[in-house]
């Protein structure tokens, strides 16, 4: 579904899956994810790169109508609850901070960030939306998984319904273009002496 | 440049910019990103999502032959900076964990994992290779930073070069099929209470 109002304004052209790529919050509440989708979205962030091959990105994988869908949902802000809930799936995203001896994983935390943007590009090869969602009742979601895996995002993926109803706070975010710092603010100098 | 060796195994089709993606050290001395490269690769970082759109992601870009790349290549570890001397431009990548009132950003490192993510997809789209690397004196690179922003990670970024000489070991790295995990390994289920 294109989305012209939503596509990064770059100075150079950037591939379509990233420009095009944005978080909606209007979902299908009909659509169903097809297994061979799930793969897909499981092995873009398998295949992710992390700190000496550590892999430490953990995801629950969770369908409308089922008991762990509604847990999920149970747990999210109620910011998030209000739309999410038509999430064809909600995926709660964990890491393995420490190794099972006890020894601390530096990268774990970035590297699952990576997994996750891996994900949502095959996302959107898939014609799929991914929202990721910080707002939960992480002591809530922690006690549904495994014990040595802190969960860190949760995601709402689905099929992009522009006809969906949404509270008008965020229907109006839903409609606004996307903006980003400018590119001279990521950039940062390196105060290394010259010579004399 | 073709590496069907390298390209991964995957239960179903990858986009190619993933499944083609790997970290090579064998790189070309030679050659230089073009101006319009470094724009495409921040536009790609800069447009990822972060929580509450906060884009913690700072980056730190310098191009061989100038005393800030032989800066950061200097304070590599020994095993990256045998390799890494040869890389077109060494990016240095920090994140603002902190807002300058002093509150912390809890998904900075996370959210900069994703930012790298979406770069080195582009990096695939222009023909670059990038290997990320952890390995580095953490304080020095710090000192060369200005205050507040943490660093994560130095991309090696250029292009491969198939018949760059590597110590043995390496050279063996670079020939070997890439592995990961099953992908059953990735998933954890949720421990939800079924009803009575």
Chains 1, 2 share one sequence.
Request: proline share 8%; hydrophobic share 45%.
């Amino acid at each position: 579904m294109s989305t012209p109002h939503k596509t990064a304004a770059t100075a150079v052209p950037l591939h379509p899956l990233l420009a095009g790529r944005w978080s909606p919050r209007g979902l299908d509440p009909r659509h169903e994810l097809t297994d061979e989708q799930v793969t897909a979205l499981l092995e873009a962030a398998r295949w992710a790169p992390s700190a000496s091959n550590t892999q430490p990105w953990r995801f629950a994988v969770t369908h409308r109508g089922t008991p762990e869908h509604a847990a999920v949902l149970d747990a999210l802000a109620g910011g998030n609850r209000i739309w999410a809930h038509a999430a064809s799936t909600l995926v709660v995203v964990a890491a393995e901070t420490h190794t099972s001896e006890g020894k601390e994983r530096p990268w774990a935390v970035y590297d699952t960030g990576q997994a996750v943007a891996h994900l949502s590009v095959q996302a959107e090869v898939e014609g799929l939306a991914v929202h990721q969602m910080g707002g939960f009742d992480s002591g809530r979601i922690a006690a549904l998984l495994p014990d040595g895996v802190i969960p860190l995002v949760v995601l709402a993926i689905g099929r992009r319904d522009e006809t969906a109803e949404l509270p008008e706070v965020l229907a109006g975010r839903e409609a606004a273009a996307r903006d980003r710092l400018p590119l001279e603010a990521l950039q940062v100098p390196l105060g290394v002496p010259t010579a004399v």
